[in-house]
Structure formats: C-alpha cells, structure tokens
C-alpha cells in the first residue's frame, strides 16, 4: 500500500514536471558563436588502416572450379556410407559409428554414449564432416583426418596403427564380446541369437588382433607392408564414381576388381586377378566346412548365421566367433590371406 502511494506521488511530480518544461520551451536570444573546432593536421584524411583479411580468401582453396571437391562428392554418395540406413542406428554406443554426430561427438567428449537415454537425433551417416575436420580452421589443413595413429581396437587391450585406415578402423572393428572364450578355459553360454563381434571387423581381420585363436598362426604381410591400410586398396583411384575413391567400393558395377592400389606391390594384373579368386574361392569353401562343423555342434542351425541358445565349450564358442568375424568381414580372405586360411583350417580341425 505504502509503495503504490509513492508511485503515485512520484507520477504525479513527473506530470507537473512534464508542464513545467512545455511552459519553458520559448525560444531566448541567440548566444555568442563557439570557437572554430582545431582543423585535422593540415586539413589531410586520416592515415589509412592495413587491409582487413579478405574473408572468403581461404575459401576458394577448397571451394574453386577444379571439381576436385565435387568429384569426391559425387563418389561419396555411390558409397554405402551415403546410401545405407544403418544410421538410424542412433542411440548410444551405436551412434558413435553409425552416425556423424556421434562420432565426432564421441570424439571431442560432447557425446557421452554411457549417459542414461544417450541419443543423436536427426542423425547423419558416416560423410565429409566426420572424417575430415571441414570448416574448422577454413584451410585446406581442414582436409586432416580426424583420426590419426595408433588406435585402441575394442575388444582387446591392444592399440594398432592403421596408418591413414585409423580413420576407418575406428568404426570398421569388432565390438566387445561378453564372455569372450580362452582355450582350455570356461564353457561359454550363449543366451541369444547375437553372439558375436559385430558387422565390421575388418581391422580385425587385417591386423590379425582380436579374434580367437587356435594352433599357430602368421599375419600376411599386408599388415606390415600396406601402411595406410584399408585407404591404400579402396580409396585408389577407381573407376568414376563406380569403385575407388570416395565410393571405398572395391569392385565397378561391372564387377570387375579395381586392383589400382595392389599393383605397387602386384606387378601382374591377370596373375593378381586369379589368384584373388583362387584364394576367394578357397576360403568360402574353409568358411562352408566351418559352418557344416557349426551346425553340428548346435550352436547355428543349418540355413541361419544365428548363434542358438546353450552351453558351449569355448572351442566351439571362439569357433563361432570367428566364424561371424570372417563371414561379416566381407573380403573372403584377400584383408590376410595367409592368417585367414591358417585360422579357418586350425578350426575345422580341432572342431568334433
Ligand atoms: C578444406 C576445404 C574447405 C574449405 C577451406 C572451406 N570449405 Fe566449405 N565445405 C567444404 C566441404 C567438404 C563441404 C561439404 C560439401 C558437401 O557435403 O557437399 C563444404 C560446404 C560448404 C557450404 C555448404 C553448406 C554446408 O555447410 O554444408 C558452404 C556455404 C561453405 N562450405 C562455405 C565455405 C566458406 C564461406 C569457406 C571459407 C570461409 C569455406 N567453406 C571453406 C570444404 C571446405
Ligand atoms: C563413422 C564410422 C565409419 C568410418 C569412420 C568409416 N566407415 Fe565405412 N562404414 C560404416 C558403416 C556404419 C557402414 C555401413 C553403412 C550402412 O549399412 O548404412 C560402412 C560401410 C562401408 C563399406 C561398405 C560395406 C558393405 O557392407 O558393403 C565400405 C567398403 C567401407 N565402409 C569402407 C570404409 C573405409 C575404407 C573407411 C576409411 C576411409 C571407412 N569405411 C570409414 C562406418 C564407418
Ligand atoms: C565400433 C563401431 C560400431 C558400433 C559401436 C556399432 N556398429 Fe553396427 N556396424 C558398424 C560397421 C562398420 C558396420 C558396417 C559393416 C559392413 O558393412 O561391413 C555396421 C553394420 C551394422 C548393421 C548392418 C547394416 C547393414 O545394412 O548391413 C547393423 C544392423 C548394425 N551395425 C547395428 C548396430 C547396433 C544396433 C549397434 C549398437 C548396439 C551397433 N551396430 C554398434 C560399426 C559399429
Ligand atoms: C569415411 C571417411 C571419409 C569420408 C566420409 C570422406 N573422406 Fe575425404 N578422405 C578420406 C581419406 C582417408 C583421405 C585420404 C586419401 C588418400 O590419402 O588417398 C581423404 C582425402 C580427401 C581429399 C584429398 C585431400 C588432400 O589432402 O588433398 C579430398 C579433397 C576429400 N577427401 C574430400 C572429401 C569430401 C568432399 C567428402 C564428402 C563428400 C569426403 N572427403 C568424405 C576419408 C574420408
Ligand atoms: C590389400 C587390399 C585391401 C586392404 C588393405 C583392405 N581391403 Fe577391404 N577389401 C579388399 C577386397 C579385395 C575386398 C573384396 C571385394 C570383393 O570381392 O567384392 C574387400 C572387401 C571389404 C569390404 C566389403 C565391401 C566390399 O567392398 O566388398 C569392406 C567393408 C572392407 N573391405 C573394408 C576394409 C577396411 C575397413 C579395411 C582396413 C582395415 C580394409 N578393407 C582393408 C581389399 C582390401
Ligand atoms: C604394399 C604391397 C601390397 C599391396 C598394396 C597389396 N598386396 Fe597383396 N600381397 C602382398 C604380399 C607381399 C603378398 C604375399 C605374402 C603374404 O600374403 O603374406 C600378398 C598376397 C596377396 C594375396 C594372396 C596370394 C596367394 O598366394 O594366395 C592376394 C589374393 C592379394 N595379396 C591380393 C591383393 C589385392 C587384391 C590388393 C589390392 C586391392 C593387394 N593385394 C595389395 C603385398 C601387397
């Protein structure tokens, strides 16, 4: 009560004020002139500033007319990274492979997976902004990968330098794999239809790190010889937007192989050609015999790559494991070839 009365006071004094001021508006005589203001040096404009930095310069060293950024689009968008729905695999551990966001936001710790309802919405696949490090600095040091070196493969203790391929190994490996079996070790059972490493262990595969093991095996020297991995073989120059490049397809719509990245080492194109579909052949037939062995053993059925429910021995268990590691990983042997053969062979023996 007491503030509104002094609102009211303090209004009506304002209004009297206001009258007071109309009433005084009159115009009085005109006062002297003011001094002339001191002229600038010499009456000359000011010095000029350094030019600003024109803000589009650096633009042009990716956005020109040289088509070298479109044509990589256009390849990326054959690519099964662009044309795949599995980014609506968003949630999650999941996201931080199968969507953009959730990859870079894994990354840099603005994605926490772990935290409770963990969600990328309107997620984007695998494309330009999250391999390269696009509009960071707006130079062409935005071309920089962002991943390098050695990186921690999931399902082991073990890190390993992929060379350019860290970038893509980081999504392209198994996932953790709870109870894994050891040789000798615990029976293993298995409570649904999805024992298993995951889609993509290629860097598994080509490393010759994370998949079970039994007897003596050697990794191939494509571990050891070709350095930027995975980039070396699928990003060599291919054929338009049908293979190599940005598509990562090693094969042309025709399905022809693009063998430009093998012949550094692979001089004979015809004798290389035969010998992948020698080793191909041989290994869908170790695969085969594995499954026959699988089957058997009752942890698949016959016509499905599902692991059935039970108590297993981890013979059989690790058996599976590989079984799906090497079928997912898709090259049918060609990631390591020697290793791949040695695996499959060991396990078809030691199998009942
Ligand atoms: C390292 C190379 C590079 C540089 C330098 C660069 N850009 Fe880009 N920019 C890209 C790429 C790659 C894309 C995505 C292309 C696509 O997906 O079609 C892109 C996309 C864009 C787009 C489309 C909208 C978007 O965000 O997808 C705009 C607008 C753009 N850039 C503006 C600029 C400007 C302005 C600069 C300079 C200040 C610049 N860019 C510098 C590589 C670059
Ligand atoms: C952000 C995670 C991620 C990165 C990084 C990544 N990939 Fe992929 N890649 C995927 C996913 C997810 C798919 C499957 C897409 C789908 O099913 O929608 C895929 C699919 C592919 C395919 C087609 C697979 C098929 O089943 O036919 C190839 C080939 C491939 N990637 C190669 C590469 C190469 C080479 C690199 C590195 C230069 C790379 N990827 C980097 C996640 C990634
Ligand atoms: C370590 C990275 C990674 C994680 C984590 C991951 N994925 Fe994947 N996933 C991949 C890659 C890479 C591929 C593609 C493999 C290929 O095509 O060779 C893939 C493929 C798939 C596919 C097959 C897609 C197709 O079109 O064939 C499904 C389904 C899938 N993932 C579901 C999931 C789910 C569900 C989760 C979470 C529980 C998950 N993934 C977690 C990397 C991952
Ligand atoms: C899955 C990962 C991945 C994606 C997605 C991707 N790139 Fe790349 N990009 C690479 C790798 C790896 C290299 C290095 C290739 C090499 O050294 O042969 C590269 C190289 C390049 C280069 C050459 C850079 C240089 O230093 O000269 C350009 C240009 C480029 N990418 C553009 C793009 C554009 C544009 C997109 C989106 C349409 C894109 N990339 C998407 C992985 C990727
Ligand atoms: C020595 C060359 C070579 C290297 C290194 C290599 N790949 Fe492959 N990859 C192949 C060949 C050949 C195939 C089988 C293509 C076919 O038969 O259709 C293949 C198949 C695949 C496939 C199945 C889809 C497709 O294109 O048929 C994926 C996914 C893949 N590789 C990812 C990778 C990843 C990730 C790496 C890095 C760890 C890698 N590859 C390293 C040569 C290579
Ligand atoms: C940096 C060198 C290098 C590159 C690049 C390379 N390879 Fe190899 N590859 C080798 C060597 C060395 C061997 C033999 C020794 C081994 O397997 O341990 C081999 C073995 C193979 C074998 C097994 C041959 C057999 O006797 O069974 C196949 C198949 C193969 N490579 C395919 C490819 C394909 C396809 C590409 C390209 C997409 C490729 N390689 C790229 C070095 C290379």
């Known amino acids: 009560m007491k503030k509104l009365s002094f609102l009211h006071f303090m209004l009506a004094i304002l209004v009297m004020a206001s009258f007071a001021m109309t009433s005084c508006t009159k115009e009085g005589p005109a006062g002297a002139a003011g001094k002339d203001g001191v002229d600038g040096t010499n009456g000359a404009d000011g010095e000029d500033g350094i030019d600003g930095l024109d803000g589009s310069a650096t633009c042009t060293q990716c956005h020109d007319n040289s088509q070298a950024l479109e044509a990589r689009v256009m390849q990326w968008e054959e690519s099964f990274h662009a044309t795949g729905d599995a980014f609506a695999r968003n949630t ?5 492979c199968h969507t953009s966001q959730g990859f870079r936001g894994n990354l840099d710790g603005t994605y926490d997976w772990t935290a409770e309802g ?17 509009h960071s600095t707006y130079t062409t040091d935005d071309w920089g990968l962002t991943v390098t070196g050695a990186i921690a493969l999931r399902n082991t203790t ?9 970038n893509c190994v980081s999504c392209h490996q198994g996932r953790t794999v709870a109870p894994w079996p050891t040789v000798g070790g615990a029976d293993i059972t298995i409570t649904n239809t999805r024992y298993g490493v995951h889609h993509g262990p290629q860097g598994n595969v080509f490393s010759g790190i994370g998949l079970f093991v039994v007897g003596t095996v050697s990794t191939s020297l494509h ?9 070396t073989c699928h990003m060599a120059s291919g054929y338009g937007a ?23 080492c692979h001089t004979d194109n015809t004798a290389l050609l035969a010998e992948v579909t020698a080793l191909q052949t041989e290994v869908a037939d170790l695969l085969a015999q594995l499954k026959t062995k699988l089957d058997a053993s009752g942890a698949t059925a016959p016509g499905s790559d599902n692991s059935v429910a039970g108590t297993y021995s981890p013979l059989v268990a ?7 590691a090497l079928t997912e990983d898709k090259s049918l042997g060609v990631h390591n070839p020697t290793y791949v053969k040695q695996l499959l062979t060991n396990l078809i023996n030691a199998l009942p």
């Open 318 to 324: 690790g058996a599976l494991l590989d079984y799906k």
């Open 92 to 96: 999650a551990e999941c996201a931080t």
């Open 158 to 166: 073990e890190t390993y330098d992929f060379g350019k391929g860290s």
């Open 242 to 264: 049908e293979s190599g490049g940005h598509t990562m397809w090693m094969r042309n719509i025709s399905g022809a192989l693009n063998t430009a990245g093998c012949i550094e």
């Open 118 to 134: 963990a969600k990328i919405t309107n997620p984007n696949p695998p494309n330009c902004y999250t391999c390269h490090s696009i």
């Open 223 to 231: 571990a050891t010889m070709v350095t930027e991995s995975c980039v």
